[in-house]
Every structure is written in structure tokens, then in C-alpha cells.
């Protein structure tokens, strides 16, 4: 569904990606873990367009998109959950879901994507008419991957989801990761919480410093002991 062939990634002359190959098959939860600074968020937005590979391929559904521009990603169904959820605090919640929808002529289907938006995080119809900035972390994560999904993915590309929340939150939003995926979407996972996108993902790779560094099945990963020592606590 997606290959990543040997991007390479600059902000200004200086190189935060260097090199990085990753392939995403159809059904699967491919997760990218390492440390703050090793290139994870930018992996992501190179693949969404919102900065460009100065060098390599990437390829979604057999086409070439390294140079699309991110409307027409979005538009092709690959669509991104982004770090720090960047909602629009002085949007109703209502009105932030329905963002995600803006690309959709299909009245009939984008009802129905709401339903099944609110069926996922039924919080967020409780509190559809309050603003956006007046959610709390959690919230403001469902949320923002509630109008991710109006966009109706095939691939959803989620950045840090567990960033800032409560142990109880990071559960529920890992369940509703895993849900999404059953129903069909295939999903993309950058995480610094290792352990958690291991146990939920089919495999793994591991970035350091603008680099691919190793790649499993993720219960392999997560018995490595140099996984473990380097990124589980152990």
C-alpha cells in the first residue's frame, strides 16, 4: 500500500532524514519507535507532503506522490493524525470533526462517517457543542483523530497519540486504534510509548538519527534486549 524508498529529508542544509526505507501493506499497523529528534514526525510529513524529499520515492496505492501536493494526498486517502492534535480551540467540537470532511461532496456518507466517528468516541457528541480548547488532552486526541477519520483513510498516519495523556487515555486510545483497524484502515504509527505501539502493531521499525536502524515483526522487537534496554525501561 505504501513504500518509502531511500528518502532523504533537509530543513534548510541540515539532513533529518537520511535515507529511509518503509513498506505498509493493506490491513496492517506498522509502527516507527525511537527517540525524540530521531526523525519519526518528519517520516510522517514527508509521506503527507507538508515537507518534501529532497531525494528518493514515495509511492501510495502503486502511484507516486513525493511531490503531491498534501490536499491531493488527503484526497487519495492517505491522511495524517498530526503531534499535539492541533485542533482549532475556538471551534466548536462539532465544527473541528467537521474539517476533516472538507474535501467530501458525499452528504449521505460523511452522515454516516459522524456516526461512526461518534460511535468510536461517543465523548465526543456528549460535548459537540463546547469549543475545541475547552477539551481536555485526551479529548482533544480523540478529536483529532475523529477528523482524521471524516476523511475516510484507507491509510491513517497517527503521530504520537499517546503524547500527554493520562495511563487510563493511552489505554482507550490504543483499543480505538486497534478497533479502526479491524474495521479496514490500514494505520501508520510513529510512538515514543515502545511498548504500547509493539504490543498492538504487526511489525516495527526502528529510527535513529534520520535512519532505519532495524525492522521485526513487533513481538519480535519486543523481545530484543537491546529494544528493551533502549526503549522499554528493562
Excluded at 507538508?50 to 491522511?79: C, H, Q, W, Y
Excluded at 466548536?92 to 468516541?121: C, P, Q, W
Excluded at 534486549?225 to 533502549?230: G, N, Q, V
Aim: no cysteine; net charge neutral; glycine share 10%.
Amino acid at each position: 500500500m505504501l513504500k518509502i524508498n531511500d528518502i532523504h529529508t533537509k530543513y534548510g542544509n541540515i539532513p533529518a532524514l537520511q535515507g529511509v526505507t518503509i513498506e505498509v501493506k493493506a490491513g496492517e499497523i506498522v509502527t516507527i519507535i525511537g527517540a525524540n529528534g530521531a526523525g519519526k514526525t518528519t517520516t510522517l510529513n514527508s509521506i503527507s507532503g507538508l515537507v518534501r524529499a529532497s531525494k528518493g520515492s514515495i509511492l501510495f496505492m502503486d502511484e507516486d506522490i513525493t511531490n503531491t501536493p498534501t490536499d491531493k494526498i488527503v484526497a487519495k486517502g492517505l491522511v495524517q493524525s498530526p503531534e499535539g492534535r492541533q485542533i482549532f480551540p475556538q471551534l466548536t467540537v462539532h465544527e473541528n470533526i467537521m474539517l476533516g470532511a472538507y474535501l467530501r461532496k458525499d452528504k449521505h456518507e460523511i452522515k454516516e462517517e459522524l456516526d461512526h466517528v461518534h460511535s468510536l468516541f461517543p465523548r465526543l457528541y456528549e460535548r459537540r457543542k463546547q469549543l475545541g480548547g475547552t477539551l481536555s488532552g485526551g479529548e482533544q486526541q480523540m478529536l483529532a483523530m475523529g477528523r482524521a477519520l471524516m476523511s475516510k483513510p484507507k491509510l491513517l498516519l497517527l503521530d504520537e497519540p499517546s503524547l500527554g495523556l493520562s495511563p487510563i487515555f493511552v489505554q482507550h486510545i490504543f483499543e480505538v486504534i486497534k478497533k479502526i483497524n479491524s474495521q479496514g484502515t490500514t494505520i501508520l504509527l510513529v510512538e515514543q510509548n515502545a511498548h504500547i505501539a509493539l504490543s498492538i502493531a504487526n511489525r516495527g521499525y526502528v529510527m535513529e538519527t534520520g535512519r532505519i536502524t532495524g525492522e521485526d515483526d513487533a513481538k519480535t522487537l519486543l523481545k530484543e534486549d537491546s529494544i528493551r534496554k533502549a526503549y522499554l525501561g528493562h
